[in-house]
């Protein structure tokens, strides 16, 4: 995470809303310009098996065209109250697989931010009125244009942040998956009715939506997390202001682009892209501007507590999705041929690019070396390294050079330390940043790539003994958002599921991620949750009625 100073109430503030650091650095390799597109049916918006993960339908190329859909979606323009409005300033979006542009975006500032904030005010007093069916009939519609457009989205996301295609593919259709939830929760926002104590007294609630609600996006689900937040805020009734990641803006773009089609008002949703140098002010604004209800925001968890700080002078409703530390447990009692495949899509999907990705891989004893030659097998068959446009290829580039130096740094702990490098261990020959998956024996709990998040291609692995020793292994972290662990003794899966210290479990499964199930963290891994029938309730108050008959 980049870090900014911003002076609040006298105090700098170090902030770091920007998730992009030196990507100037990165090592530019051209590589051909060919656009990829599906040749079967649109990916389902259901969120895939570990096996599905690992196949998906089969794409082709076609040739290079001077204006492909996927640019259609680009611009220089920020989305403000219905209106594409050009910016006085701009900044480059870089590809990371080759340092290229993909476009320049427009570079918000403090007080573009808070006239978006007024437009968002102003068109929350009309649209809290809207009825829920007429709001779950523009987002199904919203939907279908999503899904209409998914393999333009997909290579928009690819440009963006080097995400392999298919994932990309996966990613549009998640995406799409929330927004249809979401149109169908609109309609089911239900209050209640109360037994009341007294004669003469009737007692009932109901749920309101909250204001406008304040959001800020990460880069490693540009599309996924636009929809899960905002189609959430605007389902309950609310307006949002966007910020999303300077890596990632013109997938956010392209979502309020199809939503503009769908028959979004203007002001329901708005999209303030910025550079970093704009970042902490637009993060101050939406953080304590009197007129922003709600905050929701996924990132690191350093960043979370700053943003709650500033929410906190004006009491706003946060919601947070922050930084994991995931547990990947492997008992003796496990089917190995289900554990290999789900370590595969757990850890190295998007290259461990995710908050939910396993980061501390723990394999009791006397399963251990079997565990660690399969997987290393299924690493070298499964992960191919090169230009992530290309569906042949499921392994691409960190999204940044301080990605890069961050797995570097914690693979160079582990060796200092007494681990073993089995394979891996160093920067890809296709140079930029990209890193070999890298798999790791030896690892101690005092190493960082057991203690600190890796969001990168480190399998480490910790060798155990007892159920009891790795529940304290596992639960000895200020963090808690995933968990995942494999066992066919149905006691001990009742057991572990209940003693781990995270707001997920993975139980046999290391993809578990949907629309319809509650994604959220413990500890100081976040508050609140996104997704599940309690979706809007981040974004809601809830009234209470008293009737005296």
């Given at each position: ?225 636009i929809t899960r937040k905002a189609c959430a805020a605007i389902a309950a009734g609310c307006t949002v202001v966007l910020k999303p990641a300077e890596d990632t803006p013109f997938s956010a773009l392209a979502i309020a682009k199809l939503g503009e089609e769908a028959g ?286």
């Amino acid at each position: 995470m980049n870090i900014f100073k911003q002076k609040v109430n006298s105090c700098t503030l170090k902030i770091a809303l920007s998730s992009s650091l030196s990507r100037r650095a990165i090592q530019t390799h051209r590589a051909n310009r060919l656009f990829v597109h599906c040749s079967s049916r649109p990916i389902l918006p259901s969120q895939p098996d570990a096996k599905t993960f690992l196949k998906r339908p089969a794409f082709t190329f076609l040739s290079y065209r001077s204006k492909s859909e996927m640019e259609t979606f680009i611009t220089d323009k920020a989305y403000i109250n219905g209106k594409w409005e050009s910016v006085a300033a701009s900044f480059e979006v870089l590809n990371p697989y080759n340092g290229e542009v993909v476009g320049r975006a427009a570079d918000c500032d403090k007080a573009l931010a808070e006239a978006t904030v007024k437009h968002a005010h102003v068109a929350f007093q009309s649209w809290k009125n809207t009825c829920a069916k007429a709001r779950s009939t523009i987002l199904k519609k919203w939907f279908e244009l999503i899904l209409k457009n998914q393999k333009s989205l997909a290579e928009l996301i690819t440009k963006e942040n080097g995400k392999p295609i298919k994932e990309s593919m996966g990613e549009v259709a998640y995406a799409a998956s929330f927004v249809e939830w979401l149109a169908e929760e609109a309609k089911r926002n239900y209050g209640t009715t109360i037994p009341t104590p007294h004669p003469n007294k009737r007692l009932m609630s109901i749920k309101q939506p909250i204001g406008v609600a304040g959001m800020i996006t990460p880069w490693n689900f540009p599309a996924g997390m636009i929809t899960r937040k905002a189609c959430a805020a605007i389902a309950a009734g609310c307006t949002v202001v966007l910020k999303p990641a300077e890596d990632t803006p013109f997938s956010a773009l392209a979502i309020a682009k199809l939503g503009e089609e769908a028959g979004l008002p203007a002001g329901v949703l708005n999209i303030i892209p910025s550079s970093r140098e704009h970042a902490p002010e637009i993060g101050t604004v939406i953080c304590t501007h009197p007129d922003v209800a709600a905050v929701s925001f996924t990132g690191s968890t350093a960043t979370g507590k700053i943003l709650l700080g500033l929410a906190a002078s004006t009491v706003k409703k946060v919601s947070m999705e922050l930084g994991g530390l995931a547990p990947f447990i492997v008992f003796d009692s496990a089917d190995m041929n289900k554990v290999i495949p789900n370590a595969i899509a757990c850890k190295f999907r998007y290259m461990g690019q995710t908050c939910v990705c396993a980061n501390r891989i723990f394999v009791q004893e006397s399963v251990h070396d079997e565990f660690v030659s399969k997987l290393v097998a299924a690493m070298k068959e499964e992960l191919h390294a090169g230009d992530t446009l290309d569906p042949a290829n499921s392994f691409g580039p960190l999204i940044n050079v301080k990605a890069l130096e961050k797995v570097e740094s914690q693979v160079e702990d582990a060796i200092k330390n007494g681990a073993t490098v089995v394979c891996g261990g160093k920067r890809g020959s296709l140079g930029g940043t990209f890193y070999e998956p890298t798999l790791i024996t030896g690892v101690t709990p005092a190493m960082k790539c057991c203690n600190e998040e890796t969001f990168g291609p480190i399998a480490a692995i910790v060798k155990f003994k007892t159920e009891d020793e790795v529940m304290a292994l596992a639960n000895d972290s200020r963090v808690g958002l995933a968990g995942y662990f494999f066992s066919n003794d149905v006691a001990q899966c009742w057991r572990v599921a209940e003693k781990l210290e995270v707001g997920m479990v993975g139980i046999n499964e290391g993809m578990m991620s949907t629309a319809e199930a509650p994604f959220g963290g413990v500890k100081e891994s976040g508050l609140g949750r996104e997704g599940s029938q309690f979706a809007l309730d981040e974004f809601t108050e809830m009234k209470y009625m008293c009737w005296g008959v």
